[in-house]
């Protein structure tokens, strides 16, 4: 079982733990429906395509864990709190951690615990949770991260506790340039074992080596499109919790996530829903070739 985690940029700061539904724009996790406001980018964008995922492959709805959070950091330590003291019990093979606040005690907390487990979860990380990893020095606790060109700059600097930070030798490097940043993050122990890396073109890593370079299609559009990067994130985490190797469910999601891109015609207009609309078709045709 898949279980995501992350905040919504809402007031409400209630829990939310259940099964994600979503259809055509519209989200309900467990029988709370999601604000129509908060569907746009982030975490919403991540869970849609990891439901639509998982139903293309056969899977169970992923489970969500999320609360509002506007900045203040409450609705954030609930999850942390959440995945720390009652996640251990339902069993998720895979946790995904995205837009949390970077909490340093909070987030120590529940990577420790996660070595309790009954069976230990395989880790994911993005966004925010990606940050708290490398400023924490626990890039290796975790087994994936999906960081785009920009943050793979960040952990490729052992010296950079936070992006802002990053030496511009670095910060600046042409995208073709991605390789020696998985090299050296890898190098630096600032990165697990599997990296997918999102951008103009897209790279599958395992030990800081690049295993497969995606290219094509070749929608340029898409880079103007908030939510494509978090889309890729919930497939790929929904293609690991369905038993495919971390690689190849990289590969396939990174793919994916171009063609349901240039399915949608895209300008710079297009809403990420449009795309994960399209996505688990375009996912079931990666797994069948």
Do not use: Q
């Amino acid at each position: 079982m898949l279980m995501l985690s992350g905040t919504l940029p809402t007031a409400d700061g209630d829990i939310m733990v259940g099964p994600v539904k979503y259809g055509r724009g519209s989200m309900h996790i467990g029988e709370r429906s999601i604000p129509e406001e908060a569907l746009s980018i982030g975490a919403t964008a991540m869970m849609a395509a990891a439901a639509v995922v998982a139903e293309a492959i056969g899977e169970e709805p992923p489970m969500a864990v999320v609360s509002g959070d506007l900045g203040d950091g409450a609705g954030s330590r609930k999850v942390y709190r959440f995945l720390t003291e009652e996640a251990g019990g339902i069993g998720a093979s895979v946790v995904t951690l995205h837009y949390v606040l970077p909490l340093r005690t909070e987030f120590l907390d529940f990577v420790e615990m996660a070595d309790y487990w009954e069976k230990r979860p395989f880790l994911i990380a993005d966004a925010g949770a990606l940050l708290i990893a490398k400023a924490t020095g626990l890039c290796t606790k975790f087994d994936l991260f999906t960081p785009d060109a920009g943050e793979m700059a960040f952990l490729a600097d052992p010296d950079a506790g936070h992006p802002a930070y990053v030496k511009a030798s670095l910060f600046e490097v042409d995208t073709m340039e991605v390789p020696r940043l998985i090299a050296e993050a890898h190098a630096a122990n600032n990165a697990p074992r599997y990296l997918a890396v999102k951008g103009p073109v897209d790279y599958v890593a395992e030990d800081g080596r690049v295993i497969h370079r995606i290219s094509e299609p070749d929608v340029p559009v898409l880079e103007a499109i908030g939510g494509t990067g978090d889309t890729v994130t919930g497939a790929v985490s929904a293609l690991i919790a369905g038993g495919i190797n971390p690689v190849r469910a990289s590969l396939v999601a990174l793919k994916a996530n171009r063609v349901a891109g240039e399915l949608c015609h895209p300008t710079p207009a297009t809403r990420v829903f449009e795309i994960v609309d399209r996505l688990g078709a375009a996912v079931a045709d990666g797994l069948d070739s």
